[in-house]
């Protein structure tokens, strides 16, 4: 795989951080600093640069600084013994992204060059909380083993709009339905061909990596779980059938918003049994698969965000965690409030501290 990192970091007006210019190291970026002082912000910038989205919003605008008109991120990506700039310009309403200052050829273009994976507290609902996160998961493997799949996702889901939209406004009779059905049957297959290839390799290596995490005598099977035939012309009847009551329900009852990942626990659903390590395990199990996944697509490592890895962490998930901190060669940010319990077990030349106050950051030394 070839190396990849982000030699140089500048922020500007980005939530908290107003002026922010970071060189991090190649391997292991130690975050610190007390709670609200900026610390998920920088992750988040870093993955807006990478990806050009957040991964707590989807409004963009919560991103520009209180009173600032702009906000920035450039990152300086050195790939491979290359390196290039990959920068994002948000401002309300809009966003610009740049390669080398050129626009690349698409958003999805843009967001698999960097391939990066994060990783925070809320993750936890992959394995406890409803498909949504779980879909998410599956998208985001997708685009990076084929970036046409965000074109196709968001084609299915604009066409789904407007059959619901038809419904609700003119009823099942409307004339235009069979069109926007035929868009959603084409676009839906393409998005569930997408998911179904990312389903397999993701089930594949989350199950034997919870094999090295859990208790070995406890089994986790993964598979895709589509929500609507695969099959054209079943898929077009389905729909067909439901318009009566996707219009009272106000959604459609077939399709691939309802897609699922399943899990199961020596043949029971994970969610609503597992305890709470199963479903640490479980988590922890797929976004390593989420790594090696992604890694592979592109032919690299990809970074790696953890956010607050010191909460709740008890002895034996500290171990489990710097076990899989291990594992990964590739650069890492993690942030905490209690540096003292972060043992990279990495010599000095592979980490770098850092130490955030009211949107401020400064590299520390020790010793
Ligand atoms: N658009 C914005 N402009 C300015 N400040 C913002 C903006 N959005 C959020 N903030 C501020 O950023 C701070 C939170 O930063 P962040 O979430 O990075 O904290 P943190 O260091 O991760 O804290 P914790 O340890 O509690 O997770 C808050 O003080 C919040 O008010
Ligand atoms: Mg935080």
Redesign the pocket.
Known sequence: MRPLHVAHLQVR????LAAVDLEPGERFNVVS????????????SLYVAATSKSFRTSKMN???????EL?SVRATVADDFESRVQSVGLKPGARLVRIDDKRPASLAAYAVRTPIVVFHPGEMTLSMGASGERRRLLDRTSLYMSPQSMADLEAYTRAMKERQRALETRGPSASDLPEWETLVVRHGLAVMGHRARAAELVSDKAILAFSRIAAPELVLTAGYAPSAPSDEAAFLEALASRRTSDMRRGSAGVGPHRDDLSLAIDGHPVRGVASQGQHRAVTLALKSAEIEVVGQARGVRPILLL??VSSELDRVRTAALFSFLREQRGQVFL?T?RPELIDTGADGSARRDFV?KS?VIVRTFSG
């Open positions: 007006a980005f939530r908290n600093g007390d709670n609200g002082q900026g610390k998920t912000n920088l992750l988040e919560e991103l520009v600084g209180f009173g600032a906000a956010d607050d942030t409030t955030v949107g």
